[in-house]
Protein backbone atom coordinates (compact mmCIF):
# COMPACT_ATOMS: atom_id res chain seq x y z
CA UNK A 1 0.00 0.00 0.00
CA UNK A 2 1.45 3.41 -1.15
CA UNK A 3 1.96 6.02 1.60
CA UNK A 4 3.93 9.80 1.06
CA UNK A 5 5.05 11.60 3.86
CA UNK A 6 6.10 15.04 4.06
CA UNK A 7 8.71 16.04 6.19
CA UNK A 8 9.31 18.63 8.13
CA UNK A 9 5.13 19.51 9.16
CA UNK A 10 5.73 22.96 9.21
CA UNK A 11 8.57 25.50 8.14
CA UNK A 12 9.15 28.82 8.86
CA UNK A 13 11.34 31.05 6.70
CA UNK A 14 12.27 34.38 6.51
CA UNK A 15 11.50 36.22 3.07
CA UNK A 16 14.32 36.28 0.35
CA UNK A 17 15.61 32.90 1.70
CA UNK A 18 15.58 29.48 -0.55
CA UNK A 19 13.60 26.66 0.72
CA UNK A 20 13.24 22.93 -0.10
CA UNK A 21 10.47 20.71 0.88
CA UNK A 22 10.27 16.95 1.48
CA UNK A 23 7.98 14.38 0.38
CA UNK A 24 9.21 10.09 0.35
CA UNK A 25 6.79 7.53 -0.56
CA UNK A 26 7.38 3.56 -0.29
CA UNK A 27 6.20 2.60 -3.66
CA UNK A 28 8.66 3.29 -6.09
CA UNK A 29 6.06 2.24 -9.16
CA UNK A 30 4.57 5.06 -9.71
CA UNK A 31 2.69 6.94 -12.91
CA UNK A 32 3.61 10.42 -11.98
CA UNK A 33 3.79 13.18 -8.92
CA UNK A 34 1.97 16.27 -8.43
CA UNK A 35 2.65 19.26 -5.98
CA UNK A 36 0.27 21.33 -5.17
CA UNK A 37 -0.55 24.41 -2.89
CA UNK A 38 -3.43 24.85 -0.68
CA UNK A 39 -4.56 28.01 0.84
CA UNK A 40 -6.47 27.95 4.09
CA UNK A 41 -10.20 26.88 4.08
CA UNK A 42 -9.40 26.55 -0.31
CA UNK A 43 -9.30 23.86 -2.82
CA UNK A 44 -5.58 23.08 -4.05
CA UNK A 45 -3.85 24.54 -7.24
CA UNK A 46 -2.05 22.38 -9.08
CA UNK A 47 1.85 23.65 -9.13
CA UNK A 48 3.78 20.80 -11.51
CA UNK A 49 3.66 17.63 -12.47
CA UNK A 50 6.09 15.19 -12.82
CA UNK A 51 5.87 12.34 -14.79
CA UNK A 52 7.49 8.81 -14.15
CA UNK A 53 9.96 9.20 -16.85
CA UNK A 54 11.21 12.70 -15.95
CA UNK A 55 14.20 13.99 -13.47
CA UNK A 56 12.39 17.22 -12.81
CA UNK A 57 10.33 20.01 -13.85
CA UNK A 58 10.61 23.77 -13.32
CA UNK A 59 7.66 26.72 -13.78
CA UNK A 60 8.89 30.61 -12.17
CA UNK A 61 10.52 29.99 -9.12
CA UNK A 62 9.46 26.46 -8.43
CA UNK A 63 11.62 23.20 -9.33
CA UNK A 64 10.57 19.93 -8.52
CA UNK A 65 12.67 16.91 -8.68
CA UNK A 66 12.06 13.26 -8.62
CA UNK A 67 14.02 9.85 -7.60
CA UNK A 68 11.86 7.20 -8.26
CA UNK A 69 14.21 4.62 -7.22
CA UNK A 70 14.50 6.14 -3.48
CA UNK A 71 11.13 6.47 -3.20
CA UNK A 72 11.87 10.55 -3.16
CA UNK A 73 10.78 14.29 -4.37
CA UNK A 74 11.93 17.88 -3.28
CA UNK A 75 10.18 21.31 -4.32
CA UNK A 76 12.68 23.90 -4.58
CA UNK A 77 11.12 27.05 -3.83
CA UNK A 78 14.06 30.59 -5.11
CA UNK A 79 14.01 33.67 -3.29
CA UNK A 80 10.68 32.93 -1.06
CA UNK A 81 8.06 35.44 -0.41
CA UNK A 82 4.85 36.44 2.28
CA UNK A 83 2.88 35.54 -0.91
CA UNK A 84 4.56 31.40 -0.76
CA UNK A 85 2.90 30.65 2.75
CA UNK A 86 0.47 28.10 2.42
CA UNK A 87 0.25 24.34 2.87
CA UNK A 88 2.28 22.85 0.23
CA UNK A 89 0.75 18.86 -0.58
CA UNK A 90 2.78 16.26 -2.35
CA UNK A 91 0.19 12.97 -4.04
CA UNK A 92 1.53 10.03 -6.21
CA UNK A 93 -0.38 7.78 -9.05
CA UNK A 94 0.34 4.75 -8.46
CA UNK A 95 0.45 2.22 -10.97
CA UNK A 96 -0.86 -0.36 -8.92
CA UNK A 97 -4.20 1.44 -9.33
CA UNK A 98 -6.95 0.35 -11.79
CA UNK A 99 -7.75 4.09 -12.19
CA UNK A 100 -6.54 7.03 -11.14
CA UNK A 101 -6.55 7.84 -7.34
CA UNK A 102 -3.73 10.34 -5.90
CA UNK A 103 -1.95 9.36 -2.27
CA UNK A 104 -1.62 12.76 -0.64
CA UNK A 105 1.00 13.49 1.78
CA UNK A 106 -0.51 15.43 4.86
CA UNK A 107 1.14 18.44 3.72
CA UNK A 108 4.27 20.82 4.85
CA UNK A 109 2.66 24.19 6.17
CA UNK A 110 5.17 26.90 4.90
CA UNK A 111 5.32 30.72 7.14
CA UNK A 112 7.36 33.29 5.17
CA UNK A 113 7.75 36.62 7.10
CA UNK A 114 8.93 39.77 5.60
CA UNK B 1 -11.16 28.56 -19.90
CA UNK B 2 -13.23 28.33 -16.68
CA UNK B 3 -11.98 26.07 -13.93
CA UNK B 4 -13.53 23.59 -11.64
CA UNK B 5 -16.89 24.56 -9.91
CA UNK B 6 -18.34 22.90 -6.82
CA UNK B 7 -21.66 23.94 -5.29
CA UNK B 8 -22.91 24.79 -2.88
CA UNK B 9 -19.81 26.27 -1.60
CA UNK B 10 -21.16 25.35 2.35
CA UNK B 11 -23.80 23.23 3.88
CA UNK B 12 -25.02 22.44 7.67
CA UNK B 13 -26.83 19.88 7.76
CA UNK B 14 -27.54 17.50 10.80
CA UNK B 15 -27.11 13.89 11.93
CA UNK B 16 -29.08 11.43 9.76
CA UNK B 17 -29.76 13.81 7.04
CA UNK B 18 -28.77 13.11 3.26
CA UNK B 19 -26.71 15.53 1.19
CA UNK B 20 -25.84 15.92 -2.81
CA UNK B 21 -22.68 18.14 -3.71
CA UNK B 22 -22.12 18.97 -7.17
CA UNK B 23 -18.93 18.98 -9.05
CA UNK B 24 -18.50 20.71 -13.00
CA UNK B 25 -15.62 19.38 -14.40
CA UNK B 26 -13.54 21.90 -16.81
CA UNK B 27 -14.69 21.84 -20.27
CA UNK B 28 -13.24 18.79 -22.05
CA UNK B 29 -12.16 16.70 -18.94
CA UNK B 30 -13.65 13.30 -18.54
CA UNK B 31 -12.43 12.28 -15.27
CA UNK B 32 -13.92 13.55 -12.41
CA UNK B 33 -12.88 12.64 -9.06
CA UNK B 34 -13.93 13.20 -5.65
CA UNK B 35 -12.13 13.33 -2.14
CA UNK B 36 -12.70 13.93 1.87
CA UNK B 37 -10.56 16.48 3.70
CA UNK B 38 -10.06 16.36 7.36
CA UNK B 39 -7.85 18.08 9.88
CA UNK B 40 -7.06 14.31 11.25
CA UNK B 41 -6.71 12.14 8.12
CA UNK B 42 -5.66 14.38 5.61
CA UNK B 43 -6.90 14.03 1.81
CA UNK B 44 -8.63 10.92 0.93
CA UNK B 45 -9.89 9.28 -1.99
CA UNK B 46 -13.51 8.91 -2.47
CA UNK B 47 -13.75 7.88 -6.38
CA UNK B 48 -13.10 8.36 -9.80
CA UNK B 49 -15.50 8.30 -12.44
CA UNK B 50 -14.89 8.45 -16.45
CA UNK B 51 -17.26 8.50 -19.41
CA UNK B 52 -19.97 8.10 -16.65
CA UNK B 53 -18.62 5.09 -15.47
CA UNK B 54 -17.20 4.50 -11.45
CA UNK B 55 -13.59 3.60 -12.56
CA UNK B 56 -12.29 3.47 -9.23
CA UNK B 57 -12.91 3.28 -5.38
CA UNK B 58 -11.34 4.61 -2.08
CA UNK B 59 -11.91 2.94 1.09
CA UNK B 60 -15.52 4.48 2.19
CA UNK B 61 -18.54 2.96 3.30
CA UNK B 62 -21.79 2.73 0.86
CA UNK B 63 -23.25 5.50 2.21
CA UNK B 64 -21.07 7.62 0.26
CA UNK B 65 -22.13 7.39 -3.44
CA UNK B 66 -21.47 9.51 -6.94
CA UNK B 67 -22.75 9.66 -10.82
CA UNK B 68 -21.63 11.19 -13.49
CA UNK B 69 -23.75 12.82 -16.08
CA UNK B 70 -22.94 12.55 -19.96
CA UNK B 71 -21.67 16.21 -19.76
CA UNK B 72 -19.03 15.17 -17.31
CA UNK B 73 -20.79 16.81 -14.53
CA UNK B 74 -21.04 15.19 -11.02
CA UNK B 75 -22.86 14.57 -7.86
CA UNK B 76 -21.71 13.02 -4.78
CA UNK B 77 -24.56 11.70 -2.28
CA UNK B 78 -23.96 11.09 1.45
CA UNK B 79 -27.17 9.32 3.35
CA UNK B 80 -27.59 9.19 7.22
CA UNK B 81 -24.55 11.43 7.63
CA UNK B 82 -22.78 11.39 10.77
CA UNK B 83 -21.03 14.12 12.80
CA UNK B 84 -17.11 12.09 11.42
CA UNK B 85 -18.72 13.10 7.98
CA UNK B 86 -17.77 16.69 8.34
CA UNK B 87 -15.31 17.76 5.95
CA UNK B 88 -14.16 19.70 2.95
CA UNK B 89 -15.12 17.87 -0.17
CA UNK B 90 -12.93 18.53 -3.10
CA UNK B 91 -13.43 17.71 -6.39
CA UNK B 92 -10.84 17.14 -8.91
CA UNK B 93 -10.83 16.74 -13.08
CA UNK B 94 -8.33 15.97 -15.74
CA UNK B 95 -8.83 15.06 -18.92
CA UNK B 96 -8.06 10.77 -18.68
CA UNK B 97 -8.04 10.49 -14.89
CA UNK B 98 -3.96 9.46 -15.11
CA UNK B 99 -3.06 13.21 -16.87
CA UNK B 100 -2.72 16.38 -14.43
CA UNK B 101 -6.08 17.44 -11.82
CA UNK B 102 -7.02 20.47 -11.66
CA UNK B 103 -9.12 20.79 -8.04
CA UNK B 104 -12.04 22.87 -7.32
CA UNK B 105 -12.91 25.09 -4.34
CA UNK B 106 -14.62 22.42 -2.33
CA UNK B 107 -17.80 22.15 -0.27
CA UNK B 108 -17.57 22.61 3.28
CA UNK B 109 -20.19 20.14 4.86
CA UNK B 110 -20.39 20.52 8.82
CA UNK B 111 -22.68 18.02 10.54
CA UNK B 112 -24.50 19.13 13.65
Known amino acids: KQEVTQIPAALSVPEGENLVLNCSFT??????LQWFRQDPGKGLTSLLL?????REQTSGRLNASLDKSSGRSTLYIAASQPGDSATYLC?????????????FGKGTTLSVSS | KAGVTQTPRYLIKTRGQQVTLSCSPISGHRSVSWYQQTPGQGLQFLFE???????NKGNFPGRFSGRQFSNSRSEMNVSTLELGDSALYLCASSFSGNNEQFFGPGTRLTVL
Open chain 1, 91 to 103: AVRSQDQAGTALI
Open chain 1, 50 to 54: IQSSQ
Open chain 1, 27 to 32: DSAIYN
Open chain 2, 49 to 55: YFSETQR
